[in-house]
């Protein structure tokens, strides 16, 4: 067969555009730091490919998840913080106004700064996070208290889970329902200003007892929220190694 020199320069032609097509081809992979750009490059290893950049994927939201649940964990805490002080404070009033040497009008000026005390709880129970009412509960599009309470119809009761790792969830905070009324934080601080108003030292006596109450229910979420907080952090960081070193 006779080889003329259209062939043997076709042949080069050839040769030369499949180097250069290599070379392209690694000059994108330095660029890029992938090897594998598309599925054609190494068909063998794309699949592993893909599953891993599924769990990276996955990886990633469970970091942001699990930041989300330490931010409200943490917003929660200082809230609770602010409802022991308010109901520390209202029983030292509440002492204060029980005994024979207060009078209608010590007890009128001390109502005032209780109905300011229970306008904060108020306030904090409507706490804003990231565009919701952090303790509405199911229905946190609804600010969940007034001055006269919550809506029955939507309750601020329901709990804000987090996925925080495959089949791991995490309950980020309470809900309104838990720390601001079965708790009878509200309740007992309205009592008081009921009894101030009265001018009744029998009924502020007796709402001392509301007021324990409800300081110890209060207790109660402070202990369950810190486990969640030391729950979170263990959780992230042995759900996050298990993946970064598989």
């Known amino acids: 067969m006779r080889v003329t020199n259209q ?18 081809a690694v000059q994108r992979q330095i660029t890029s730091g992938y090897r594998v750009e598309k599925p054609s490059d190494d068909p063998g290893a794309i699949g592993t490919i893909m599953e891993s950049s599924s769990s990276l994927r996955s990886l990633e939201q469970h970091r942001k998840n699990l930041n989300l649940a330490g931010s409200r964990l943490s917003l929660e805490d200082m809230a609770l913080e602010q409802i022991t002080t308010h109901l520390t404070r209202a029983k030292e009033l509440a002492i204060s106004q029980g005994g024979d040497t207060a009078n209608a009008d ?16 108020i306030d904090l129970g409507n706490t804003r996070f990231a565009g919701s009412f952090m303790f509405g509960g199911d229905y946190a599009d609804t600010r969940p208290f007034s001055a006269t309470g919550h809506d029955p119809t939507r309750p601020p009761a329901g709990t804000f889970r987090v996925e925080g790792g495959e089949d791991s969830f995490l309950e980020a905070n309470h809900s309104g329902m838990e720390i ?9 601080l309205e009592a008081l200003s009921t009894a101030l108003g009265n001018n009744s030292s029998t009924e502020i006596q007796a709402s001392i007892q509301g007021l ?11 202990a369950d929220l810190g486990g969640r907080i030391n729950r979170v952090d263990p959780v ?8 970064e070193t598989a």
């Open 212 to 222: 324990d109450d409800a300081f110890e229910d209060i207790q109660g979420l402070v």
């Open 180 to 188: 601001f009324v079965d708790s009878g934080v509200l309740d007992s």
């Open 106 to 121: 010590t007890r009128a000026a001390v109502k005032e700064e209780v109905d300011g005390l229970r306008e904060a709880l």
């Open 7 to 24: 062939v043997l320069l076709n042949h080069a032609v050839l040769s030369s555009q499949r180097i250069m097509t290599e070379v392209s």
């Open 236 to 243: 992230s960081y042995t759900h996050l190694r298990a993946h």
